[in-house]
Nanobody
Framework: QVQLVESGGGSVQAGGSLRLSCVASGYGYSSSDCMGWFRQAPGKEREEVADVYFASSYYADSVKGRFTVSRDDAKNTLYLQMNDLKPEDTAMYYC????????????????WGQGTQVTVSS
């Protein structure tokens, strides 16, 4: 129905940068869907990092000022530019879509990508 393929993860030193990409495809995807990024570290619960819905962007306080979320509707692609990375940013990062922004943030009925690993060393 909706397939999400993520890329761009890797290992960097603290203060470095990475850009994650998520390409959406499938009959169930619409450019009007909300798209967002979540992350989860081993032994910790999933948390939302950022999302975008038309011209409106949201950021978790922990990443505000360092991360930028954007989307290219012509390419069905969501991006997350991550600057000034910190060790606490280490996690698996997942792309998600949902017709409803409220439901996306609640993790209800989301379409999920496979995840891409981000590791930040001190």
């Amino acid at each position: 129905q909706v397939q999400l393929v993520e890329s761009g993860g890797g290992s960097v030193q603290a203060g470095g940068s990475l850009r994650l990409s998520c390409v959406a495809s499938g009959y169930g995807y619409s450019s009007s869907d909300c798209m967002g990024w979540f992350r989860q570290a081993p032994g910790k619960e999933r948390e939302e990092v950022a999302d975008v819905y038309f011209a409106s962007s949201y950021y978790a306080d922990s990443v505000k000022g360092r991360f930028t979320v954007s989307r290219d509707d012509a390419k069905n692609t969501l991006y997350l530019q991550m600057n000034d990375l910190k060790p606490e940013d280490t996690a698996m990062y997942y792309c998600a879509t949902n017709p409803s922004r409220v439901r996306l943030r609640a993790g209800k009925g989301n379409n999920w990508g496979q995840g891409t690993q981000v590791t930040v060393s001190s």
